[in-house]
């Protein structure tokens, strides 16, 4: 147990539907990440948030639209997405941003598969 | 472009020890992370390190040359426990985390 969830574990949808992962962290971080994971594949940084302001956006399709209503708290909505979004989605959170020690704790995914 | 290198996939045997490389350019350097990462598992943290030397924290070393863009994971005493993924990892000049593609690390009886 890191500290934080993911929930759903696993995700199948098709390419019309609307889904939303949720992410909690219980460990009082003011930052929290979105990363996708394809096999083979360095982790692909989606999204950073701050104290519940967006940060960073590493040109992600709109398709994926991030959501952090309070600093434990991180939504990722999915719509009309393609069968190459298939992969794992990895929720993270950290104490703060700009410290180079700054670890990031992970939560154990969102295996998503898109038909 | 920034880059992280590190073997696909390595074999080892149960009891032994094991060296895991990662090179890495990236437009400056604010340390560098190993995380360790079971099939189907959330990575968790290993180690970090910002200053040249090695760092050594049970059966579990890494080691860091900031000249050579350079940095290894040692694992000793291996035990089947250990095989997982590794990811390196390098925060650079914007405290971004630039990732390595992970090495799968295999050990055999």
């Known amino acids: 147990e890191t500290g934080v969830t993911q929930t759903p574990r696993h995700l199948v949808m098709g390419m019309t539907n609307k889904k939303s992962l949720k992410c909690e962290q219980h460990l009082g971080h003011n930052a929290m990440y979105w990363y996708k994971q394809s096999a083979k594949k360095p982790l692909e940084l989606m999204f950073v948030y701050s104290l519940e302001e967006r940060v960073e956006n590493n040109s992600v399709p709109s398709r994926f639209s991030p959501e952090c209503p309070n600093s434990s708290h991180l939504f990722l909505h999915l719509h009309t997405l393609q069968p190459e979004d298939s992969a794992l989605y990895l929720c993270a959170s950290s104490q703060d941003l700009a410290s180079g020690a700054d670890t990031q704790y992970f939560g154990p995914g969102t295996r998503l598969t898109v038909l | 472009g920034q880059n992280i290198d590190q073997p696909t996939e390595m074999t080892a045997t149960e009891g032994a020890i094991v060296q895991i490389n990662c090179t890495y350019q990236?437009?400056?350097?604010?340390?560098l992370f190993w995380y360790q990462q079971h099939a189907g598992e959330a990575p968790t943290f290993l180690s970090y390190n910002v200053l040249d030397g090695l760092e050594e924290k049970g059966r579990f070393s890494s080691f860091l040359s900031r000249s050579k863009g350079y940095s290894y994971l040692l694992l000793k005493e291996l035990q089947m426990k250990d095989s997982a993924s590794y990811l390196c990892?390098?925060?650079?000049?914007?405290?971004?985390?630039?990732w390595g593609a992970g090495t799968k690390l295999i050990i055999k009886p």
């Open positions: 990236t437009s400056g350097f604010n340390g």
């Open positions: 990892a390098v925060r650079d000049s914007n405290y971004q985390l630039i």
